[in-house]
């Protein structure tokens, strides 16, 4: 049998003060293919299993300076060996005596004198055990961290999910809520208000002549100007934060329309916060030399407010919204109108 043979089979640390019987245990756990090691006291033994702990001990009790039980109490005691096995071997043969073996943290007892076959039998068994616990607790560990890669993986799929949906949800150009997210936001808020009976106002804004903006001064300068307006947007309704809900949402609702739903805003609010919003656009003074209304960038709004209740939907409100920003074209642009024939 070879040294790695051996090894495998399991390194064992015999503790007894009488040499005799250290030699036949010896040559008896040798022959049966285990490496063993054999120490005369308490304190080499401690000082045996710390430096290299084995598989199994065998432990005599009656041993001068220090028994074997408080042996056995300073193995339990230490992280590295606690977990070693302990058979005692004894000729002390009183069930007290067995019972302070158990308690003191021994796994079996051998009574002397001992029988070879009893031995083997006992030492094998208590190897098996060991064994098998240690691939128990591999395999937990293993599952344990299977467990957390598996928490890992899925924690980065659902911010991966959360970042698509959330991508999904905005305007490329304009880094604002697009069509897609207007229409289910306007839709939760409206079935929100309708059980609590709380107004929902909708502002959609137009940049005035913006095909000849973009035929006057290019594509490029065009998405500047719609990045520009729609942060504009969003500061005026930033600004209003102590008197509006929260909730507010700034949308591009279509190429050069932009729409704001403002939930728990009443139509005289709304109406103010349209006017704010083309103000704010004229203090930008973007230059637009083919503008009809003004040299530079603005804006016509509709504005309209609702009440929600199961006789109507989200769409009469956008209906609504849109008649008014069409009449504010109509009537020269640069302005705001609110619906007035809405509930």
Not at 53 to 65: K, Q, R, V
Request: glycine fraction near 4%; aromatic fraction near 6%; proline fraction near 4%.
């Amino acid at each position: 049998m070879n040294q790695a043979e051996i090894s495998k089979k399991g390194d064992i640390l015999i503790v007894d003060d009488t040499p005799n019987n250290l030699r036949l245990l010896s040559t008896l756990l040798q022959r049966q293919g285990y490496e063993v090691r054999s120490v005369l006291n308490g304190l080499m033994a401690l000082k045996a299993a710390h430096s290299a702990p084995p598989d199994l001990i065998l432990l005599d009790i009656s041993m001068p300076e220090m028994n074997g039980y408080e042996v056995c109490q300073h193995l339990k005691a230490s992280k590295l060996t606690r977990e070693i096995p302990v058979i005692f071997i004894s000729a002390y043969n009183e069930a007290m005596d067995k019972v302070k073996a158990f308690e003191v943290g021994g796994v079996d007892y051998i009574a002397k004198p001992f029988q070879w076959a009893e031995v083997l039998a006992r030492v094998e068994n208590q190897l098996k055990i060991c064994s098998l616990q240690k691939q128990l607790q591999a395999q937990n560990e293993q599952l344990q961290q299977e467990i957390k890669e598996r928490r890992r993986a899925e924690a980065a799929l659902q911010t991966a999910n959360l970042k698509l949906r959330g991508l999904a949800n905005l305007d490329g150009l304009t880094g604002t809520a697009n069509r897609r997210r207007f229409d289910e936001y306007l839709r939760i808020q409206w079935q929100h208000l309708q059980q609590d009976q709380w107004p929902l106002s909708l502002i959609l804004s137009d940049v005035d002549y913006f095909k000849r903006y973009n035929d006057t001064y290019g594509h490029l300068a065009g998405d500047h100007c719609l990045r520009t307006v729609v942060q504009k947007l969003e500061q005026v309704l930033k600004e209003q934060e102590e008197v509006i809900c929260r909730s507010s949402l700034i949308a591009r609702y279509g190429g050069e329309e932009f729409a704001a739903i403002l939930p728990k805003v009443d139509c005289t609010l709304a109406w103010k916060i349209a006017q704010e919003i083309r103000q704010a656009v004229h203090s930008l003074q973007i230059p637009h030399s083919q503008s009809e209304v003004q040299p530079y960038v603005t804006v016509s709004l509709g504005v309209s407010t609702v009440i929600p209740h199961p006789g109507l939907n989200p769409n009469d409100l956008i209906a609504w919204t849109d008649q008014a920003l069409y009449e504010a074209k109509a009537r020269g642009r640069d302005q705001a109108i609110a619906h007035s024939d809405s509930p």
